[in-house]
């Protein structure tokens, strides 16, 4: 039992983390493992800025073009330099990034782990499958809405034979309802998202 409901935790919180905004999904951003990063790091190795505009706002361009052509002044001259001048251009261009997405920057995190559903998400873009994504993402949804519908259908059989039984169904309703509002509310927070952009 006890293994059953840490499996169904595990895709409950995969399945929300993949329904929050963008603000969330992309928070790996910050990390040094993050995409921006990596992006960051051929980019700097090449000497070409190009493939980094993307990653943020048009206005910031030419801050982060500059930014770049320091960087790669100063990175030549020694290993600490170039340790140093990678360091300070990486933190500028997620700190203009995460601004564009309206969220707050808090420096680099270096070693820190990426959500699993936002490796989950990377690896269907590598591998040009959302497949795998989907069916987890499914699972989850429907084992997190199957065990409190059946909670709270139990709990709402006995609901009037004592208070105490009572207060357990509508504790039981309260855990169900809100659990799927909040799925639904995520679901159309994320498209209302999407229609924005």
Avoid at 112 to 119: C, F, K, Q, R, S
Wanted: glycine fraction near 6%.
């Amino acid at each position: 039992m006890q293994t059953k409901l840490k499996k169904t935790l595990t895709y409950t919180a995969i399945s929300v983390a993949m329904l929050t905004s963008s603000h969330a999904a992309f928070a790996h951003c910050d990390t040094m493992e993050g995409p921006v990063i990596k992006t960051a790091q051929v980019a700097l190795d090449k000497g070409d800025v190009t493939p980094l505009l993307k990653w943020v706002e048009p206005t910031e361009e030419q801050n982060i073009t500059q930014a770049f052509e320091k960087t790669l002044k100063v990175r030549d001259k020694s290993s600490q330099s170039k340790e140093l001048a990678d360091m300070y251009f990486y933190e500028t261009l997620v700190r203009i990034h995460r601004a564009g997405e309206d969220a707050p920057y808090t420096g680099l995190k270096p070693g820190v782990d990426i959500d699993p559903a936002v490796a989950l998400a990377d690896k269907a873009l590598d591998s040009g499958s959302v497949d795998k994504l989907v069916k987890i993402l499914t699972k989850a949804m429907e084992s997190g809405i199957r065990e409190r519908f059946s909670h709270a259908s139990n709990n709402q059989k006995q609901a009037d034979n004592s208070v105490e039984e009572g207060r357990e169904y509508i504790a039981s309703y309260v855990e169900f309802t809100h659990y799927v509002e909040g799925l639904h509310g995520l679901i159309k927070g994320g498209a209302a998202h999407h229609d924005e952009h």
